[in-house]
Nanobody, 124 residues
Framework: VQLQASGGGLVQAGGSLRLSCAAS????????VGWFRQAPGKEREFVAA??????????SDVLSPKDRFAISRDNDKSMAFLQMNNLKPEDTAIYFC????????????????WGQGTLVTVSS
């Protein structure tokens, strides 16, 4: 499966962005999907994940509070989304969507397919 992330941009602290991940090349509902991010000078970290049907989601503790972000998917459109609210400067990073066969995981090395990333910059 090929993935393409989009929706990043520059936003002020407290603002919102919605990231999209478009999939192609295979049946999207075969895959669990994860969102990861990598800030400048830091390692890539887990943000959120969703199972194939969308009825099970996971969020990273670093989001604090976790309900600032919401992951979702639309299998009919082969899309996954990450709604990000109340953004903070520390959320500034390149955000990646990833897919793996089977249940989603928090470990990035378990994902077989990656999108190219979309940059999110949150100004204070």
């Amino acid at each position: 499966v090929q993935l393409q992330a989009s929706g990043g941009g520059l936003v002020q602290a407290g603002g919102s962005l919605r990231l999209s991940c478009a999939a192609s090349g295979d049946r999207f509902n075969k895959y669990g999907v994860g969102w990861f991010r990598q800030a400048p000078g830091k390692e890539r970290e887990f943000v959120a994940a969703i199972n194939w049907s969308g009825n099970s989601v996971q969020y990273s503790d670093v989001l604090s509070p976790k309900d600032r972000f919401a992951i979702s998917r639309d299998n009919d459109k082969s899309m996954a989304f990450l709604q990000m609210n109340n953004l903070k400067p520390e959320d500034t990073a390149i955000y990646f969507c990833a897919a793996r066969r089977g249940p989603p995981r928090e470990v990035d090395s378990s994902y077989e397919f990656w999108g190219q990333g979309t940059l999110v910059t949150v100004s204070s």
